[in-house]
């Protein structure tokens, strides 16, 4: 119970009915069972688990008696599959397999039940034609047999010799006509195979192929290969049993010919077709399953020298017999492109590998690299080229080989798969520039050999852009952009348009124009900023994000005082910023916005924590939080709540050990936002405002204000007075608790000076 629960999976996967009359393929199968074993008893001699260690060595002993006789092994294992079937089908699962069906046929497209079919039909057709060749071999020793008899007889009698003539032409008829109908049915079954090749290798595998390049920039697609190696399997085991069929044919022309024999006439031909078709197949199956990728990568294709990186190769046709006899050689860029410049790279490590079914949790023939190296070659192939053309190192596209021989059954073939280009750096500043290549050509090319591909990029249609855009927050947040995130981004690039669908983007206005602020900069940067601060509140749907000022705008106006959202700023790179109505004196809604927070502030205090304890202080109020509303109407705490810290006020961590709050300072129209630090904190690029004071608000008599203390410049000192010491405690005590004071008799007297002597940090100003 034990073998049969941790290798469910391998074993339910094997062909156990064929190995229990194919010693080869009964033999392959008992070997990868005993090694499974041995990779389960080196799981539990990891986890300490003596008792199955204990288990399984005693399991692998008793498997070792059918080492003469595996047939044997897999008729018992057939056996009790069978019986496990019968079991299952005799209870009572209605509404169960109901509901499977229901989601299979959901998930299953039309186009792969038609395959199905025609899968099954080639199956059935083969199974027919073996019967075919028996009852052809039988017919043709029956003739064998009597004419042989009659030879050996001394037959004097004119009319009885010819009336046994007569009745050998009309069984050697009898079996031409046998012979050229298992012809015909033979090349019925090559055009089926033909056909499905076809469907298989000109349809599915290409679709496969995009989908893997899709995937590779984040979109949800499926890339699972078990199906395709089921199918890929079935037509090449078919093909096989065809050859063994011309063969037989072979055999039986041999043993008897006459004239105008068919299998004389065309076997030859119907044997090269059926080794054509197979070679086409199996050039096929021979796939990259996992692109290259570095483990600490910005995603896959991008490849730094003297970093190493992993690929995972697979054979799609699977034959447990050819388990670690086929190698794989892995080599780099066999014909440079002639491009100026161009550079040559060197594969070190762990090069040559086998395939085998260990390393694949779904039992696939695979060889799976896990240590490979690039270096570059000294003396490369660039600056020799016939071409003017040059490209950047980024831009630069470059292949990896994979080489590999199949030899089975007297076919041999020479196979070869290739990776997807990938964009090789040698610096970590160049893996954002690298992975917008690699985002690129993804995007748009189908032709995974085009290296040149950069030397005349093409344009991308918006709505494949902005899938492309979604796919990026899909795929490091689970979270994607809508419709109007969406449009927000496409009237950055394209400005105002009633529609957007035949819009382009030109591959210079998504990494080069305005450099370094490129788009892809600002927008990479408010990724990296969301997937490191902002992930869950993202994935809440807490952020609206993409949205426009003047949107932003037109949508707060309409609601109640302290509504506000949150949304990326257009200029500061990896910022956020949050906007909040207010209503004025004269009753009009006005929407003020804090300058945006960078990881400079998030990686000080979490985003939620700066919602929370955001504050204006304002001279003669008591001071209040502007923020109430998470846009449209949900309560501040309640949308943030769970993100919250355990403790709040002056308990909180953010508080009493980093001496922290964000407030607003008020003096008549001018207001500063100011992130009060404690004063061990020494003054630096961290000591000043990011901005200076913007908008109407920042204005007073005509011209920019902002607020001046004597105390802006003070720096603890043991040797002051204590007067001036106690004002600044009891300055921090009211900012911390305005409330203390509320009850006393002698309020304070800080004034407009005592607001600003703590040092402003990098948090931002209000404007409008």
């Known amino acids: 119970m034990d073998v049969r629960h941790y290798l469910s999976a391998w074993i339910e996967k094997q062909e156990w009915r064929r190995a229990a009359r194919d010693h080869d393929l009964a033999m392959a199968l008992f070997q990868v069972l005993l090694e499974n074993l041995d990779i389960q008893h080196s799981r539990f001699v990891q986890e300490e688990s003596f008792l199955m260690q204990h288990n399984f060595r005693r399991y692998k002993q008793n498997f070792q008696k059918y080492l003469d006789d595996p047939c044997a092994l897999a008729n018992t294992i057939l056996w009790f599959l069978e019986k496990e079937k019968e079991i299952l089908q005799s209870v009572d699962l209605t509404e ?27 199956r059935n057709e083969v199974q027919c034609m073996d019967h075919t060749m028996f009852c052809l071999e039988e017919q043709q020793d029956e003739f064998d047999f009597k004419f042989q008899t009659y030879t050996m007889e001394a037959v004097v009698d004119e009319a009885g010799k010819k009336e046994k003539e007569n009745v050998f032409q009309l069984l050697i008829n009898r079996l031409d006509e046998r012979r050229k109908s298992t012809l015909s049915d033979l090349n019925k079954i090559l055009d089926r195979t033909d056909d499905l090749i076809g469907i298989l290798v000109k349809k599915e595998l290409v679709e496969w192929q995009r989908r893997q390049q899709k995937v590779c920039i984040g979109a949800p697609d499926n890339v699972c290969l078990d199906q395709l190696e089921k199918w890929f399997t079935c037509v090449a085991v078919c093909l096989f049993q065809v050859r063994e069929f011309l063969g037989k044919l072979q055999e039986l022309m041999e043993k008897l010919s006459y004239g105008n024999d068919p299998v004389k006439a065309q076997r030859p031909a119907m044997q090269k077709r059926a080794d054509t078709l197979l070679k086409d197949l199996l050039k096929s199956s021979f796939v990259v399953e996992t692109q290259p990728s570095m483990p600490q990568g910005k995603g896959p294709l991008v490849l730094r ?26 080599s780099m860029d066999r014909e440079a492109p002639q491009i100026k410049g161009y550079r040559r790279f060197n594969v070190l490590g762990t090069k040559t590998k086998a395939l085998n079914m260990a390393e694949s949790q779904s039992g696939g023939m695979v060889a799976d690299f896990r240590h490979l190296t690039l270096k570059e070659q000294k003396s490369g192939g660039g600056g020799k080229g016939v071409s003017d053309i040059s490209l950047s190192v980024t831009e630069e596209l470059h292949i990896i ?61 918006w709505p494949q852009f902005g899938e492309m855009l979604s796919w990026q927050f899909l795929s490091a947040t689970k979270r994607g952009l809508n419709e109007d995130q969406l449009e927000m981004i496409a009237h950055r690039l394209f400005g105002k348009q009633k529609n957007y669908d035949t819009c382009k983007v030109a591959w210079s206005k998504f990494t080069k124009e305005n450099t370094p602020d490129t788009f892809w900069v600002w927008f990479d940067g408010i990724l990296v900023m969301v997937k490191t601060y902002l992930e869950d509140m993202w994935r809440d749907g807490l952020i609206m994000g993409f949205v426009s000022k003047g949107k932003e705008k037109s949508l707060l106006k309409k609601k109640q005082r302290g509504t506000f959202l949150l949304r990326f700023s257009e200029s500061v790179i990896g910022g956020i910023t949050f906007s909040w109505v207010e209503i004025t004196i004269t009753g009009e809604p006005d929407v003020k916005t804090v300058q945006p927070f960078t990881k400079v502030d998030l990686c000080q205090i979490p985003f939620q924590e700066i919602v929370r304890n955001y504050q204006i202080f304002e001279a003669e109020n008591i001071p209040e939080c502007p923020l109430l509303y998470l846009y449209p109407n949900t309560p501040k705490d309640e949308a943030f709540g769970k993100y919250y810290s355990n403790k709040s006020g002056s308990d909180s961590l953010y508080i009493k050990y980093i001496k922290t709050k964000l407030v607003f300072v008020s003096k008549e129209k001018t207001l500063e936002a100011r992130s009060p630090m404690s004063s061990d904190m020494g003054q630096g690029e961290g000591s000043e405002p990011m901005n200076a004071l ?73 404007f409008q």
């Open 401 to 461: 080989y994979f080489d590999t021989a199949f030899e089975m059954k007297g076919l041999s073939v020479e196979m070869q798969a290739s990776s997807i280009p990938v964009v090789i750096i040698s610096n970590s500043s160049q893996q954002q520039s690298a992975w917008a290549s690699v985002l690129w050509f993804n995007m748009l090319s189908v032709d995974t050999k085009d290296v040149v591909f950069f030397a005349n990029s093409p344009a991308a249609a």
């Open 694 to 766: 913007c908008g109407e608000t920042a204005e007073q008599d005509g011209s920019p204000h902002s607020l001046q203390s004597p105390l802006e410049m003070y720096h603890p000192d043991p040797m002051l007075s204590d007067a001036v010491a106690g004002a600044d405690d009891e300055l921090l005590m009211y900012l911390n608790n305005p409330n203390l004071f509320a009850d006393s008799d002698i309020l304070p007297d800080f004034g407009i000076s005592g607001f600003n002597c703590l040092p402003p940090q990098t948090c931002g100003s209000i």
């Open 96 to 122: 169960q397999v109901q509901c499977l069906q229901v989601a299979q046929e959901a998930m299953e497209m039309s186009s792969q039940q038609d395959l199905e079919r025609k899968m099954a039909g080639l």
């Open 305 to 330: 020298t003297n970093v190493q990186f992993s690929v995972k190769t697979r054979l799609l046709v699977k034959f447990p017999e050819l388990n670690h006899s086929m190698k794989v050689d892995v």
